[in-house]
Every structure is written in C-alpha cells, then in structure tokens.
C-alpha cells in the first residue's frame, strides 16, 4: 500500500523536528573531518515540496509548523541554522519552498560527499528525480529502502548518517524499522542512524518507543508532543538517534522550550530527551 504522500505534511511540526535534528547531525559530521561522508535516506519523499502547490495547500500543515518560525529574530541558534537551510531553498523572504530530508542534506554537505536515497512511490520517486537530475553527488533508486539498506552497508566512506523516515501507514513499518536498526547496528556499528517515529495515543506505540529504549546502542531519544496524548492521530513525534553526536543533546535542550511556545497547544505535555547506553 502506498496512499502517503509527504507533499500533504510538508513543513509541519514533524518536519521541523525531524529536520533540525537532521540539520544538526550533518553540520556536525562536517564541521571539521575533511573526509568524505554518506548521506543515505531509507524513505526520501518528494526532495522539495512546493508550498503553494495542490497538496501543501490542501491541509496548511507547514502554517502551524515551519510558518512560525519564518521570518522570527529571536531563534535559539541552533533552530536558526535549520531555518537558514529552509531559507536557503527559497529566493525571496517568501517561504514558497519546504526542503525534503534529501534537499537538507544537498544543501549542507560538499562536493566531497555522497548521498543515497531511496523512495518507492513512483511520482514521488519521479519528483525526486527530477530534482536530483544535475547533481552528480546523488544516486537514487526506486526500491524498498528497509531492503536494500542491508546490501549498502558498511558503505565504502565508513562515514555516515542513516535516515529512515518511514510512513508507518502500515503496521509493519514499526518491526521493519527496529530490525533494519538491528541489522544496521551490526553490519556498521560505528554509523550515526536518525529514526522518525510518530506519537500516537496507541498502545502499540508507546510500546515502541520502549522497544527502541531497550536496543543495546548508545543513543538519544527526543520525542516532542504539540497536542494533549489522548486523541485521535498524531499528537506529536519522536526520533530514536543512535550514535548521536556528542552535542546534539544540549543544542535541542536549548531549542525545544522554544519550539514548545512556538508550536504547541495548550495542554500538549513538555518534550523529553534521554540518553540510553552510556
Ligand atoms: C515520511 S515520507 C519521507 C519524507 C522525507 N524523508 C522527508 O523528511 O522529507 C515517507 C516516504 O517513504 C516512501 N516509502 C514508503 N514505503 C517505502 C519503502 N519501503 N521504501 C522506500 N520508500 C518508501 C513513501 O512513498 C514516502 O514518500
């Protein structure tokens, strides 16, 4: 089944975490190692959505998402750099554009690097490959990025971040994604992986969230609710960081009292971050 199409979302709250997140893993990844470096995304999307396009415009999920924190003076640094990227996609002081998690990575990382993506729908597999055309750092595939993420690692630059974004519109979704942790881990332990989840009033999701807490890695965990958990959809979402960067931790902790203001109904419960493994 594939009904998702990440155009609707695009810029929303889940976006916002899930690609500053993304946003500072890389810049710390090549702030100073000259070496090269593999961006590799399991579930890439469309590559760069089009806000005022049919799907975006249909929900306005970015006006309660990436819109509030357009045009803002006073962003923690480490949110300001996320949405210097996003500015970065958009010529003018309009935000007309919402970069995907592969157009994020296009934008931080050098010629030097390498990014690896993966996508199943064919319009967005086509989208994305229309807009990776010139760029001779990118290799696509349309295939299922859970399996062929096996075959790619170790990769030959033994440096990488792992994005796998899934959809989760099937239950599936939640084992593939702890198995292709656990097999990741395995074949390339020393791998940085950022994995996207979202938060549901579902029991079968919280009790992922304790699934992932009980890998044997060294990881980060943040999950950050915008509506109160009892309800109908998502309320919010987390992401499972294994291998996280020393300083990730502490620049979220400066961002998420922000984000919670900025983004968050009232009654939403507070955000949290913990550190498994040390
Ligand atoms: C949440 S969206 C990805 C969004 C993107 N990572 C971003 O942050 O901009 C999930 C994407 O995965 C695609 N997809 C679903 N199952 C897949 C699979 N097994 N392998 C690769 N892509 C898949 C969907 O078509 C959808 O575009």
């Given at each position: 089944?594939?009904?998702?199409?990440?155009?609707?979302?695009?810029?929303?709250?889940?976006?916002v975490?899930?690609?500053l997140?993304?946003?500072?893993?890389?810049?710390?990844?090549?702030?100073?190692?000259?070496?090269?470096?593999?961006?590799?995304?399991?579930?890439?999307?469309?590559?760069?959505?089009?806000?005022?396009?049919?799907?975006?415009?249909?929900?306005?999920?970015?006006?309660?998402?990436?819109?509030?924190l357009?045009?803002r003076?006073?962003l923690p640094t480490p949110l300001q750099h996320y949405v210097?990227?996003?500015?970065?996609?958009?010529?003018?002081?309009?935000?007309?554009?919402?970069?995907?998690?592969?157009?994020?990575?296009?934008?931080?990382?050098?010629?030097?690097?390498?990014?690896?993506?993966?996508?199943?729908?064919?319009?967005?597999?086509?989208?994305?490959?229309?807009?990776?055309?010139?760029?001779?750092?990118?290799?696509?595939?349309?295939?299922?990025?859970?399996?062929?993420?096996?075959?790619?690692?170790?990769?030959?630059?033994?440096?990488?971040?792992?994005?796998?974004?899934?959809?989760?519109?099937?239950?599936?979704?939640?084992?593939?994604?702890?198995?292709?942790?656990?097999?990741?881990?395995?074949?390339?332990?020393?791998?940085?992986?950022?994995?996207?989840?979202?938060?549901?009033?579902?029991?079968?999701?919280?009790?992922?969230?304790?699934?992932?807490?009980?890998?044997?890695?060294?990881?980060?965990?943040?999950?950050?609710?915008?509506?109160?958990?009892?309800?109908?959809?998502?309320?919010?979402?987390?992401?499972?960081?294994?291998?996280?960067?020393?300083?990730?931790?502490?620049?979220?902790?400066e961002c998420?009292?922000y984000l919670?203001?900025?983004?968050?109904?009232?009654?939403?419960?507070?955000?949290?971050?913990?550190?498994?493994?040390?």
């Amino acid at each position: 089944m594939l009904s998702y199409r990440h155009a609707f979302h695009a810029g929303n709250h889940a976006d916002v975490l899930k690609h500053l997140v993304e946003v500072l893993i890389l810049q710390y990844l090549v702030q100073k190692e000259v070496k090269p470096l593999r961006y590799i995304d399991t579930h890439a999307g469309p590559g760069i959505s089009r806000l005022q396009g049919s799907f975006s415009i249909k929900n306005r999920e970015f006006a309660s998402g990436i819109a509030r924190l357009w045009g803002r003076s006073d962003l923690p640094t480490p949110l300001q750099h996320y949405v210097n990227v996003v500015r970065s996609v958009n010529a003018s002081s309009e935000l007309l554009f919402y970069p995907g998690s592969p157009a994020i990575a296009a934008a931080i990382l050098g010629p030097a690097h390498r990014l690896q993506l993966f996508e199943l729908h064919p319009t967005d597999a086509s989208s994305l490959g229309k807009w990776a055309a010139r760029d001779r750092r990118i290799k696509l595939q349309r295939a299922d990025g859970f399996v062929a993420l096996k075959a790619i690692l170790p990769p030959p630059e033994k440096r990488a971040l792992v994005m796998i974004d899934p959809p989760y519109e099937v239950k599936t979704d939640y084992d593939c994604a702890i198995s292709a942790l656990k097999m990741g881990c395995k074949k390339f332990a020393t791998g940085v992986y950022a994995l996207w989840y979202p938060l549901l009033d579902r029991k079968d999701v919280s009790a992922f969230s304790r699934r992932l807490k009980l890998l044997p890695v060294k990881s980060l965990m943040v999950e950050f609710p915008v509506q109160p958990l009892a309800g109908e959809g998502m309320r919010g979402s987390g992401l499972f960081i294994v291998n996280p960067p020393w300083t990730l931790q502490q620049q979220l902790e400066e961002c998420l009292p922000y984000l919670h203001t900025a983004l968050a109904e009232s009654g939403a419960p507070l955000w949290t971050t913990r550190r498994c493994g040390d």
